[in-house]
């Protein structure tokens, strides 16, 4: 929300919950059947009144690609009988994304950005924010609840204080949003990635940020039961991939001799899928 602008009333907040929820207007207005008192660009007009980040993809299909990546991973069978043994007729993602994402893998090449965040309280900075993923919303699709940080794709033209921002709005404080409160003042300012991870074909900037105790009233439509976990907590948990190499590397270089070089880390998924032979792509 604009620092300025007064709070959405009823129908504004209905809006911005319901993109929030569906992720695009387009989206909306399918659901709606094209039956909103409002046009695409007026809708485009509130969303900027209040200061929301418009997203840069859509979360649930990056959640399935991990899935299926992990399935092929642990079952070391072909790409297609994976996919047509779990996936539902509800599935977003394709084989031809996945055959994509698993070419790159192999080449080392990632063609999409992301953005993690590392959020710990101010009075306990070895605890970080865990929530439950909830975006694999079909049962008969894989288990939702695997723990996660919170992170979504991004633009790569974004700065960092818009992908942060982005990733708070869909993830940490989704109903500050709708409400008209979002906290604007915890995103620091010329903020710089700790380092990258490549998941899949993603190469996702990791930010660090401390709250003030006060805050623990979190909410998002993707993440639930949200609660700071430890390092060892969050080793023993069921993660995202990519999330406990997150925590573990920065564990290693939170108190390393500052250094101006990029540093990129592939996840254990990525090194794991790219010496599979070519015949399970």
């Known amino acids: 929300m604009s620092r300025k602008a007064s709070p959405p009333d009823e129908f504004e907040k209905s809006l911005i919950s319901l993109y929030f929820l569906h992720g695009s207007i387009e989206k909306v207005f399918q659901v709606k059947n094209y039956d909103l008192p409002v046009s695409f660009a007026t809708y485009h007009r509130i969303l900027n009144k209040f200061g929301i980040v418009k997203s840069a993809g859509p979360n649930s299909k990056f959640s399935e690609s991990l899935h299926i990546l992990s399935l092929i991973n642990n079952y070391k069978v072909p790409l297609e009988r994976v996919y047509h043994k779990y996936a539902p007729s509800t599935l977003k993602v ?6 994509r994402i698993m070419h790159n893998i192999r080449l080392g090449v990632t063609r999409r950005c992301g953005t993690a965040l590392l959020i710990s309280p ?6 970080y ?3 439950q993923d909830i975006s694999l919303c079909n049962p008969s699709f894989g288990e939702s609840g695997d723990g996660s940080l919170p992170m979504s794709h991004t633009r790569m033209q974004d700065s ?3 992908s942060i921002t982005r990733v708070l709005q869909q993830e940490v404080f989704t109903q500050n949003c709708i409400n008209g409160n979002f906290p604007f003042n915890l ?3 010329n903020s710089k990635p700790i380092f990258y991870i490549n998941i899949a074909d993603i190469k996702v900037a990791v930010f660090r940020l401390i709250f003030p105790d006060e805050y623990h009233d979190f909410s998002s439509y993707k993440l639930c039961r949200f609660s ?10 069921k993660i995202r991939p990519g999330v406990g190499e997150i925590v573990k590397n920065f564990e290693l270089l939170r108190y390393a ?3 101006d070089s990029e540093i990129v880390i592939d996840s254990n998924l990525n090194l794991a899928l790219a010496k599979l032979p070519e015949r399970l792509n």
């Open 160 to 162: 960092a204080t818009t």
């Open 122 to 127: 101010e009075s306990n900075k070895d605890r």
């Open 129 to 131: 924010l865990l929530g």
């Open 94 to 99: 394709s084989t031809n994304t996945l055959h």
């Open 228 to 237: 700071f976990k430890s390092a060892l907590e969050i080793k023993q948990a």
């Open 187 to 189: 995103i620091p300012e």
């Open 257 to 259: 001799p500052q250094n």
